[in-house]
Every structure is written in C-alpha cells, then in structure tokens.
C-alpha cells in the first residue's frame, strides 16, 4: 500500500506464516547531545501464526484518504504495519500519532523506518515512537537503533529497518549481522525509504548504494522501499 497523500495506492498484501520471539530492554544513549533509542533483545524462536496478514506502506500523509487506508488494513485483519518512511509530510508527530490511533488505537503494532521527510522533527517521532513500542510490548522483539538500523523479528519475520540514504552509518554492516545473527527465519525483510534509480519507476537518484541491495539478496530478504510515487495510485 502506498498512502502517498491520501490515496489507498499501489496496495500489497502478505498473508505469511512464521515465528519467533525476543526478549530485550531499551536502552539510551547520545549523539551530540540528542537521545539515541537502543533496543536490546535476543532472538528466540517461536510459533508462527497461521495465515498471517501484515500491511506494507511508504510516504503516507494525513487527512480523509490515508485514514481510509488504515481503515481497510484494520478491516482486512492486518496483525501489523511496515511503514517504510515518510509520515506525514507535516513534521507533526503529533498529527500522525493521532491519525494512527484514530483508526488502530494507540497499541497496535506499528514498526517504522525513518524518511527524508521525518528528519525535520525524528526526534518527536522517534520518541512517541518509543512510547508506542512499549505500549505494544514490542522492545522486546526489537535490536539496534530505531528506524535507522534496527532489526525486529516479530511474528516471524525478520525485519531489518534502515536508515539508508537518509540516516546513520554501517547500513550494510548492520544489515549482514542482523540476518545472521538468525540464520533459519524463513522471512527477511529490508525496510527502507530512500531508492536506487535502476529499481524504481520514476525520476529518483541513485540514493542508497547498491550494496544494502546485494546484502539483502544474499541473504534471500525482501526489499520494501518507498519515496518514488510514481508507482502509486
């Protein structure tokens, strides 16, 4: 789904069965005098949920449209959300919390990485962000720093969320450990905004790198980006 200023756009759905499971604690740090939000956890496997459904959407926006896109993941049965960047377009984490609840409700599971557009204002994001994983009881399926390099191995699928082309450093070596560091999840993903011209449809620039692409592939992970509209519809 794509949910680019309001349209339910180009709309994909995984219905996927997997499992596993984390137990960590949060941790904080700084970077020139900014708070950094760490998540420590440990991988172990669990159970997967039959027949599960999880959302994927980028460069969402605020008003009646992207709410209707919410409302039809929440009718769809959606157990989770991948948002790969872009919230807003606002830089008001207040206006985009308040979207989300209004539809989802303030606990649901909704896992973020960072867009060029939520720089502005990431640290109201990521510390509402925080919030909600807590509420969600999600710091404990998460490692590494929030929607920049972080990983998450929630209901079975091993995330990795990535700041590439927009934030932080070591994107490829967080990448490679993070896949590693769970050799048997059946499902990898790589969740980032940002794109390479080649792999999208529009007139974006080489962002990333093709390296973060190859690490994902030779470890057999799906790539979910965002940024590029022109798929979108």
């Known amino acids: 789904i794509n949910a680019e200023y309001g349209g339910p756009k180009m709309n994909y759905n995984l219905i996927l069965s997997f499992a596993l499971l984390f137990s960590s604690a949060l ?23 039959q027949n599960l459904k999880v959302a994927f959407f ?22 989770f959300i991948v948002h790969s960047g872009d919230f807003d377009y606002t830089s008001s984490p207040s ?16 896992f973020a990485s960072i867009g060029n557009h939520d720089v502005t204002a ?37 995330i ?18 993070s896949f590693k560091s769970d050799p048997s999840a059946v499902w990898k993903i790589c969740s980032w905004h940002k794109n390479q011209r080649l792999y999208q449809t529009g007139d974006k620039s080489d962002e990333t790198g093709y390296a973060v692409y190859d690490k994902c592939r030779e470890h057999g ?4 980006t965002a940024h590029e509209h022109s798929y979108s519809r």
């Open 27 to 49: 941790a904080f740090g700084t970077n020139c005098g900014k708070p950094i939000y760490t998540f420590n956890g440990t991988l172990t496997p669990q159970a997967v949920p």
């Open 122 to 158: 990431w640290d109201g994001y990521y510390t509402r962000l925080v919030s909600r994983y807590s509420a969600m009881g999600a710091a404990q399926y998460c490692v590494g720093e929030l929607g920049v390099n972080m990983v998450c191995n929630y209901k079975g699928l091993l």
């Open 95 to 110: 206006s985009w919390f308040s979207l989300i609840d209004s539809v989802l409700g303030p606990s649901y599971p909704y």
């Open 58 to 79: 980028g460069d969402q926006g605020l008003g009646s449209n992207p709410k209707s896109v919410l409302e039809m993941i929440k009718a769809w049965g959606a157990e």
């Open 221 to 224: 992970a799906v790539i979910a």
């Open 160 to 177: 990795v969320y990535s700041g590439i082309g927009t934030k932080g450093n070591n994107h490829v070596q967080f990448i490679d450990s």
